[in-house]
């Protein structure tokens, strides 16, 4: 007999109002929890978005000014997003279970359904508690994070510093020029400006790479809490 057939066997014990007011109270800290870090999830991306900016305001102050802040903001972003994407796996946990719980649970409820704790969404909530874990990887994380937010920031960043070159200290007249406006120190231009193109192909190529493995990880999954 296989465990499904002896989990369809086993008899049904519906929850009584002791047991149904628990789960409400479970159900209202997993809620608070997954907030708690989804507002942590915005914070690290405000920190992108201000350092951005003030890489902005010095890039442009004046003609003169060197474009290395937005050269040197484009590395900071990437620090945030792998920060970022460790923080929405803790989110994804809990919000995994909050969404069990609303669609095998309350759902159930409020179309006047019994509920039982012997369902599978029960035995599947109950064994994310004994042995937690993350539901997704840091390189799918980052992606999510990476094609919800981050890639705007990116190409805001790419954009503006190939917009200094251009226009700074005067307008381009030759291609050529941007390569002498682009070395930093001893770096030659045509290295600076080769990194920019490598650094911002990659993290597009990183982008479709996680959506195609996000979208062939749901076709998979074993478990409707993998889903989020």
Not at 72 to 79: A, N, S
Not at 102 to 118: C, I, M, Q, R
Not at 150 to 178: C, D, M, N, R
């Amino acid at each position: 007999m296989t465990d499904e057939n002896a989990e369809e066997d086993r008899p049904k014990k519906e929850m009584d109002p002791g047991t149904i007011g628990a789960i409400a109270h479970l159900y209202r800290a997993e809620v608070f929890r997954s907030t708690h870090w989804r507002s942590r999830l915005d914070n690290t991306t405000n920190w992108a978005v201000v350092t951005t900016g003030i890489a902005l305001s010095a890039t442009f102050s004046n003609r003169d000014a060197s474009p290395l802040p937005m050269v040197l903001v484009g590395l900071l972003v990437t620090v945030f997003l792998i920060f970022e994407a460790r923080r929405y796996r803790y989110y994804n946990m809990f919000r995994a279970r909050a969404r069990l719980l609303e669609s095998d649970f309350y759902a159930p409820l409020l179309l006047g359904k019994s509920s039982s704790t012997n369902g599978t969404w029960a035995r599947m909530l109950a064994d994310d508690y004994e042995t937690p874990h993350y539901h997704i990887s840091l390189v799918r994380a980052a992606g999510r994070r990476l094609r919800s937010n981050y890639s705007w920031i990116l190409a805001i960043q790419a954009i503006a510093y190939f917009g200094k070159l251009a226009i700074h200290p005067v307008p381009l007249t030759e291609f050529s020029q941007a390569f002498e406006r682009a070395a930093i120190g001893p770096v030659p231009g045509y290295l600076v400006f080769l990194a920019g193109v490598v650094f911002h192909t990659s993290w597009i190529i990183f982008a479709i790479v996680t959506l195609r493995l996000d979208k062939r990880y749901r076709k998979k999954r074993k478990s409707p809490m993998q889903a989020i």
